[in-house]
């Protein structure tokens, strides 16, 4: 990656504004790490369900192989709290993360993630010179379900419109499709079907990828790969009506995007470690 993307992309996300475009240039395919829910609370080594989240975050970290940008999808804090926020920046950079964009979830306070972390979180838009980038909030203020604004379906059409000629991957926090598991279903995206009559107008969108469910999961529509991605600290159990938490180990996804548009993906999931999940837990 050319110095305009590896050294400069985080001073253009920390003065960018909503929407702007930023653009990079590669010849080789675009290495996309997505990091998710990492839930952390207002103090170090705060736990969620018995895992100290610092820790998980940490090991899923150290454990994400060589990547041009890292996106994280949402409930970077469980509380909201400027302390998370800026545990979570010191950490990336800690590991040398330079380049990252993210966007939030439900359990985040979007102002003052955006006011800790800076406008990297107001929805940039990364184009380069095969591909888009474009993240979604589909968080609702108060309420663990997702839904997206007229402004951000605006969004999303226009910056389309203009890139006619890149293949897409748009991400958001909250689940667009039914992942199967009836009690965390009931947050889906309320605007789905517009999002998607938007996402059909545009042949060229590729991907589309979130956190909220904290679990693997992956199914094609219309010709449009949909991607869930397992969260740094806790897992839930797929295909569950009841809140269940799963044995599944913190992880990450990683994507290759190919100028043909093809998109390679794989789960990696931290190893060798004892975390002590609470199991019997009935939500949180």
């Not at 010849?27 to 609370?41: E, F, N």
């Given at each position: 990656?050319?110095?305009?993307?590896?050294?400069?992309?985080?001073?253009?996300?920390?003065?960018?504004?909503?929407?702007?475009?930023?653009?990079?240039?590669?010849?080789?395919?675009?290495?996309?790490?997505?990091?998710?829910?990492?839930?952390?609370?207002?103090?170090?080594?705060?736990?969620?369900?018995?895992?100290?989240?610092?820790?998980?975050?940490?090991?899923?970290?150290?454990?994400?192989?060589?990547?041009?940008?890292?996106?994280?999808?949402?409930?970077?804090?469980?509380?909201?709290?400027?302390?998370?926020?800026?545990?979570?920046?010191?950490?990336?950079?800690?590991?040398?993360?330079?380049?990252?964009?993210?966007?939030?979830?439900?359990?985040?306070?979007?102002?003052?993630?955006?006011?800790?972390?800076?406008?990297?979180?107001?929805?940039?838009?990364?184009?380069?010179?095969?591909?888009?980038?474009?993240?979604?909030?589909?968080?609702?203020?108060?309420?663990?379900?997702?839904?997206?604004?007229?402004?951000?379906?605006?969004?999303?059409?226009?910056?389309?419109?203009?890139?006619?000629?890149?293949?897409?991957?748009?991400?958001?926090?909250?689940?667009?499709?039914?992942?199967?598991?009836?009690?965390?279903?009931?947050?889906?995206?309320?605007?789905?079907?517009?999002?998607?009559?938007?996402?059909?107008?545009?042949?060229?969108?590729?991907?589309?990828?979130?956190?909220?469910?904290?679990?693997?999961?992956?199914?094609?529509?219309?010709?449009?790969?949909?991607?869930?991605?397992?969260?740094?600290?806790?897992?839930f159990k797929p295909n569950c009506d009841d809140f269940t938490l799963d044995t599944e180990m913190p992880g990450y996804r990683m994507f290759e995007l190919h100028a043909d548009g093809q998109i390679t993906t794989e789960v990696n999931r931290v190893s060798?470690?004892?975390?002590?999940?609470?199991?019997?837990?009935?939500?949180?």
């Amino acid at each position: 990656m050319i110095s305009i993307f590896s050294g400069l992309l985080r001073k253009a996300l920390n003065s960018a504004k909503r929407g702007q475009t930023l653009y990079m240039h590669t010849s080789k395919p675009i290495r996309i790490a997505q990091v998710t829910d990492p839930h952390l609370g207002r103090s170090y080594g705060d736990k969620l369900l018995g895992v100290d989240a610092d820790q998980s975050l940490r090991d899923v970290l150290a454990d994400l192989s060589a990547h041009d940008l890292l996106i994280a999808s949402g409930d970077i804090s469980n509380d909201g709290s400027p302390e998370s926020y800026r545990r979570f920046a010191d950490t990336i950079a800690e590991f040398g993360f330079s380049r990252y964009a993210c966007l939030p979830g439900n359990h985040d306070d979007h102002e003052v993630m955006a006011r800790v972390m800076g406008p990297a979180v107001m929805n940039p838009v990364l184009v380069n010179d095969s591909w888009i980038f474009i993240l979604l909030n589909s968080r609702v203020p108060g309420y663990e379900y997702g839904d997206l604004a007229d402004t951000e379906l605006t969004f999303l059409d226009k910056t389309l419109a203009r890139h006619p000629n890149h293949h897409v991957m748009v991400f958001l926090h909250h689940q667009p499709v039914r992942v199967g598991s009836a009690w965390i279903d009931q947050y889906i995206v309320r605007s789905a079907d517009r999002f998607f009559s938007i996402i059909d107008k545009h042949k060229n969108v590729r991907g589309v990828a979130w956190g909220h469910v904290h679990q693997d999961f992956h199914t094609e529509r219309n010709g449009v790969h949909l991607f869930a991605s397992p969260s740094t600290c806790i897992q839930f159990k797929p295909n569950c009506d009841d809140f269940t938490l799963d044995t599944e180990m913190p992880g990450y996804r990683m994507f290759e995007l190919h100028a043909d548009g093809q998109i390679t993906t794989e789960v990696n999931r931290v190893s060798e470690r004892d975390y002590k999940v609470d199991y019997s837990s009935h939500g949180y």
